[in-house]
């Protein structure tokens, strides 16, 4: 697992803390995060597979949230204590299976807007109409894709998620960072269409868990964030005003402050002073 951001001089007993990104973005995703931690925790922060510095998935048989969840879980193997894992969007979904995976070794969750597509077909007619909705996105997504046009693959992918032009508005920089991710794109929808776990399995996730969601989140992942909330036992939710899926990214600050104060609660430490403060009496109201 590739580290892009761990705390300078962080000893092992510091809580560890593993941040999964959204698709198509990086574990730069976190800088805010890791300036809201600050020295008292351990930031580890990834590239997914086919985004940053990791290649794309090269595996012969189909790729699967197994795939990308074993350098994880692998990480937390090789150590002593838990974990407290965060997760965005694709992130999330990671993070939801890694915590299934080692359900004992969760110190707690931080998850926005997880896109655990398997779910929706259980909660009812909004959420079969949900399904279609995000299933349709991403075929459009796969057939440009496998037609060579990646900019194409990559300006529908955006604007999904972000709001219709904004891949018009995006720096060249950030354009050449989703084209060469979109050819994964569709291996990572079909593997969150296609995770096996029963939306009443997250029952047993028994850690302090926070969700988060955007008031302007789109309709799967906004149904997915409420149905976990009403089975996890130990979760609380929280609603970002103003802001979309793309929350951690575009409320950085504010995002990044909720998840740190949720970690320090968490962790046993004190109430943080200054901006931290607020975000705390917020996680555990």
């Known amino acids: 697992m590739s580290k892009l951001r761990a705390g300078a001089g962080a000893s092992a007993r510091k809580p560890v803390v593993i941040a999964l990104h959204c698709s198509g973005s990086s574990g730069r ?9 600050g020295d008292r925790c351990r930031l580890i922060a990834s590239d997914l597979i086919g985004s940053g510095a990791t290649p794309h998935w ?16 692998a990480t937390i193997d090789a150590r002593e204590g838990s974990v407290h894992l965060v997760g965005h969007s694709y992130g999330g979904a990671v993070a939801l299976h890694v915590a299934q995976a080692r359900p004992a070794r969760i110190a707690s969750m931080a998850l926005y807007e997880p896109c655990a597509f398997h779910v929706l077909e259980e909660l009812g007619p909004d959420g079969w109409i949900a399904f279609e909705e995000i299933r349709s996105v991403a075929g459009k997504i796969a057939r440009d894709a496998m ?6 693959a990559a300006a529908r992918f955006v604007d ?14 950030y354009r050449a960072d989703l084209v060469r991710y979109v050819p994964h ?11 096996p776990t029963p939306l009443a399995a ?3 996730l028994a850690c302090p868990a926070l969700l988060m969601r955007g008031e302007l989140a789109p309709l799967p992942t906004a149904l997915i964030t409420h149905a976990l909330f009403s089975v996890m036992p130990s ?21 990044s402050d909720m998840i740190a104060a949720h970690v320090f609660a968490a962790a046993g430490f004190g109430r943080p002073a200054g901006r931290h403060a607020l975000a705390l009496t917020q996680a555990v109201a």
């Open 147 to 152: 037609a060579g046009d990646c900019n194409a």
């Open 29 to 37: 995703q976190w800088n805010k995060l890791a300036l809201a931690l």
């Open 202 to 204: 997250y029952r047993r």
């Open 235 to 255: 979760a609380a939710i929280e609603t970002i005003s103003g802001a979309g899926h793309m929350g951690p990214l575009n409320h950085a600050e504010q995002v």
């Open 185 to 195: 794109a569709p291996r990572g929808f079909r593997a969150l269409f296609d995770e």
């Open 160 to 173: 999904y998620w972000n709001g219709i032009g904004a891949w018009a508005g995006m720096k060249p920089e």
């Open 58 to 73: 090269s595996g012969e048989r189909r790729f699967t949230l197994a795939d990308e969840a074993e350098r994880i879980i």
